[in-house]
């Protein structure tokens, strides 16, 4: 059977930055740069939407509350979600396994706004088989939920599956699923624990 590979998307695919929407959203609102970012990147609000247990409305009228932003909610969006940068040496990688038809999959924990904005402005986005998204489940990373999902989207398990992701308790997950994987710290280690897998499976990059 071809194996799959399944990668985390932020800070493994794109890079992010809360504290660029800190600063757009600091100059609508009553709160400071420095608390804004706090809020934004560990809101619990921000898990909730994640979650999929807020909707676009619900997770906007809630951060407004905290953070007295009198923008709109388009304008809001196009600040929180505008904060990713592509990883060219991962997206290079995920290229590669495009050109020796080996399946991929997005396994992210992230919400309507950032995969809106992704989606749109970065074209590697779209060449991936399948798309695992906590907001869609209903569950995070590393809630066994997430896991069930992908397998059964992929149709794989345990071996067959190589998962690259930069946090731990989400790899050790997915290895407590007989899942092979790479802690995601560097493009280099990434690519070269791949290469094993794939020599394994008799594939290369």
Do not use: C
């Not at 992929?154 to 997950?173: K, L, M, P, Q, S």
Request: proline content about 3%; hydrophobic content about 45%; aromatic content about 12%.
């Amino acid at each position: 059977m071809v194996p799959v590979v399944v990668f985390d998307l932020g800070k493994v695919l794109v890079d992010f930055d809360y504290s660029i929407a800190a600063r757009r959203v600091a100059a609508r609102s009553s709160k400071t740069v420095e608390r804004l970012d706090q809020f934004l990147s560990g809101s619990p609000f921000l898990v909730q939407f994640e979650s999929g247990e807020l909707s676009r409305h619900q997770f906007f009228t809630e951060v407004q509350k905290v953070t007295g932003f009198h923008g709109t909610a388009d304008e809001f969006a196009s600040y929180f979600a505008d904060i990713f940068a592509p990883m060219p040496e991962m997206v290079e990688l995920h290229a590669g396994l495009r050109q020796k038809k080996i399946p991929t999959y997005i396994f992210s924990n992230t919400n309507e706004l950032a995969v809106g904005h992704i989606r749109s402005k970065f074209s590697f986005f779209s060449g991936f088989d399948g798309y695992i998204l906590s907001y869609e489940v209903g569950a995070m990373k590393p809630h066994v939920e997430i896991y069930q999902a992908l397998e059964s989207m992929a149709g794989r398990r345990g071996a067959d599956i190589f998962y690259i992701d930069d946090r731990a308790e989400n790899v050790e997950a997915g290895a407590a699923r007989g899942w092979q994987i790479v802690l995601h710290e560097s493009p280099q280690k990434t690519r070269a624990a791949l290469e094993k897998f794939l020599a394994a499976h008799n594939g290369a990059l």
